[in-house]
């Protein structure tokens, strides 16, 4: 059984242009969350996922930041006009559904923006 | 709103040696998780160990055990005979038993094991 999966494991943006990052969950996963991790800081909430819901986005920054998770595919991070203050590293995890106490993470994507 | 604290920034220990980082939070909940995540430089977050509030037994994974005192609201992990491959950011984190997400996180701890 596959791990959760993330890519790109490192993106470079310019100031301005939109970032996506993308989310598979482990399979038989329907929960997905996002984290952000700023540089020497643990991993900051972002939001929670399921199935064409988004249950809890009360960690995401109100503008140029949306994320989906949609019935077919991985979920997605999309951060529109990048600035410098996005450069993070960005993690997602998933846990099965019925099954709340433990969440699976992904390798992360670094993003890093010029 | 629940705290994780975690206040030692690098921590170094001699291979084969015990180590014993620290955590501590606030919370006003009485049944929680709370989680040690170990981030080797590849970045990967791997969970280490994990212990439910309502357990008085400290939990244990092999090499690693943890001090709960769930009074002090004191979580502490401990690495037995510490190896090179040990070496990584720890993380402490808490979450509430009735959320299924929102993990609360400490700023880590950055564990050198020196050969």
């Known amino acids: 059984n596959a791990g959760v999966m993330q890519n790109p494991r490192h993106l470079v943006r310019r100031r301005g242009q939109e970032a996506r990052l993308r989310c598979s969950p482990m399979k038989g996963h329907s929960h997905v969350y996002w984290y952000r991790q700023l540089p020497e800081e643990g991993l900051k909430f972002m939001v929670y996922l399921q199935k064409e819901n988004i249950i809890d986005e009360s960690g995401m920054p109100k503008e140029r930041f949306s994320a989906e998770f949609p019935k077919e595919g991985p979920s997605i991070l999309r951060i529109q006009q990048v600035v410098r203050g996005d450069s993070a590293a960005y993690f997602c995890?998933?846990?099965?559904?019925?099954?709340?106490?433990?969440?699976?993470f992904g390798p992360g994507t670094r993003l890093t923006v010029l | 709103a629940q705290t994780v604290t975690q206040s030692q920034p690098e921590m170094s220990v001699q291979e084969a040696e015990t180590v014993t980082l620290s955590c501590t939070y606030d919370t006003s909940e009485s049944d929680y998780y709370l989680f040690w995540y170990k981030q080797p430089p590849s970045r990967q977050m791997i969970l280490v160990i994990r212990q439910e509030a309502y357990k008085q037994q400290n939990a244990t994974e092999n090499r690693f055990s943890v001090n709960f005192q769930k009074a002090a609201k004191s979580f502490s992990l401990k690495i037995s005979d510490s190896q090179l491959g040990d070496a990584a950011m720890y993380f402490c984190?808490?979450?509430?038993?009735?959320?299924?997400?929102?993990?609360?996180w400490g700023a880590g701890t950055k564990l050198i094991i020196k050969p």
């Open positions: 995890a998933s846990s099965p559904r019925g099954l709340g106490n433990e969440q699976f």
């Open positions: 984190a808490y979450r509430s038993l009735d959320s299924n997400y929102q993990l609360i």
